[in-house]
């Protein structure tokens, strides 16, 4: 029996997409062998919105910390330009659970261009669960971004977890 080669860019996406369906997003996340190979022309290190989206849902519904894994996994294996609008579009959500979910997903340290840019950005977010992802991905991310400026500020926050976790982050330092 032959089979045909599966680019790196399908498998991935294919992994990805079963990964989701396994863990309880809607079948339709799921992909079939159809398209697998329908998707043999397209540039393998592309990711397109839905598997964004699907690993969002992801990481959104986890409350353990696999989904924002599985999320940081994504953004480390997708070209930079589409990681970053990837993660500022999380960043910029208007759901809670969508910016909580990149929050802790930038706890896991992967090459991302703008991260700290995107890190500021959820440290100044109304709700302290992101601000408290966001003093975490600082601290996890010190050694890439040099401007303590964000854990300075969150040593302040009025927000107890939040504030004792920028302190402690500047200890370590």
Same mark, same amino acid.
């Given at each position: 029996?032959?089979?045909?080669?599966v680019? +790196?860019?399908?498998?991935? +996406?294919?992994?990805?997409?079963?990964?989701v369906?396994?863990?309880?997003?809607?079948?339709a996340?799921a992909?079939? =062998?159809?398209?697998?190979?329908? %998707?043999?022309? !397209? /540039? =393998?290190?592309?990711?397109? /919105?839905?598997?964004?989206?699907?690993?969002?849902h992801?990481?959104?519904?986890?409350?353990?910390?696999?989904g924002? $894994?599985?999320?940081?996994?994504?953004?480390? $294996?997708? !070209?930079?330009?589409?990681?970053?609008?990837?993660?500022?579009?999380?960043?910029?959500?208007?759901?809670?659970? &969508? !910016?909580?979910?990149v929050?802790?997903?930038?706890?896991?340290?992967?090459?991302?261009?703008?991260?700290d840019? &995107?890190?500021?950005?959820?440290?100044?977010?109304a /709700?302290?669960?992101v601000?408290?992802?966001a003093?975490?991905?600082?601290h996890?991310?010190?050694?890439?971004?040099d401007? =303590?400026a &964000?854990?300075? !500020?969150?040593?302040v926050?009025p927000?107890?977890?939040v504030? %004792?976790?920028?302190?402690l982050?500047?200890l370590g330092?």
């Amino acid at each position: 029996m032959s089979r045909s080669p599966v680019s +790196r860019g399908a498998m991935r +996406r294919l992994i990805t997409k079963l990964v989701v369906a396994t863990l309880g997003v809607p079948a339709a996340a799921a992909a079939s =062998p159809a398209e697998v190979e329908a %998707d043999g022309d !397209r /540039d =393998p290190d592309a990711v397109d /919105d839905a598997e964004v989206e699907a690993a969002l849902h992801l990481a959104s519904g986890d409350a353990g910390g696999a989904g924002a $894994h599985a999320l940081a996994i994504l953004l480390d $294996h997708m !070209r930079p330009i589409d990681a970053t609008r990837a993660a500022a579009t999380a960043a910029l959500s208007p759901r809670l659970d &969508v !910016r909580l979910a990149v929050g802790e997903a930038l706890t896991w340290c992967f090459p991302l261009v703008g991260a700290d840019v &995107v890190i500021d950005h959820l440290s100044r977010d109304a /709700d302290a669960a992101v601000r408290l992802a966001a003093a975490r991905a600082a601290h996890a991310r010190r050694g890439s971004i040099d401007d =303590p400026a &964000v854990l300075e !500020r969150l040593s302040v926050d009025p927000e107890p977890a939040v504030r %004792d976790a920028a302190r402690l982050a500047l200890l370590g330092r």
